[in-house]
């Protein structure tokens, strides 16, 4: 997993993503916001934004104590809690907006931290160079396409490129939508 010190130390993220992690975490809440205090973040407001280290630094340790499922539910929120690019209505568009929309919800980060390739009008390779775990960025990609589209898709670790959980800087997911 990427270590948050590689976060500049100027960088940070929107209430929204912190309240989207809240609210993925259901009963387990209490221990959600109980791990964002120990970081620095005692109190979440959805128009504020926080030091992007202590949020990574939160779902670290999430991931270590509930496991990475966690990340993945947690990531999978993020659609719902935050603001989106306009006209997100088709799967190239969808693959597209990971990047914008990373961007609009980040702050003293460098921009294009995600970028996509479209390997057919049903599938893509989405490489995500956040300084998020691997598991919470792939919640993230199957949230938005289930949100912004209705779909569900099926997203696999790109085991060429590198994983952030060994290190890397980046994963590669490839990301496939059903016949429809």
Known sequence: MIDESHVPENATVSGGN?????????????????????HGIPVVDLAAWY???????????????????????????????????????????VAGSFGPAFDMNHRGVTPGAITYEMTSNRSALITTGTPYPCEFDR?????????????????????????????????????????M
């Open 18 to 38: 912190i309240l989207s992690m809240l609210a993925a975490m259901g009963p387990f809440r209490k221990r959600g916001e109980a791990i964002l205090a120990d």
């Open 139 to 179: 919640g993230v990609i199957q949230g938005f396409f289930q949100v912004l589209l209705g779909t569900r898709v099926t997203v696999t670790h790109d085991e060429a490129g590198g994983c952030k959980n060994d290190g890397s800087r980046t994963c590669t997911h490839l990301v496939m939508a059903p016949l």
């Open 51 to 93: 030091p992007l280290r202590a949020y990574v630094a939160s779902l670290r340790t999430i991931g270590v104590k509930m496991g990475p499922n966690t990340l993945l539910q947690i990531g999978k929120q993020i659609p719902n809690h935050i603001p989106l690019p306009p006209g997100l209505d088709t799967f190239e568009k």
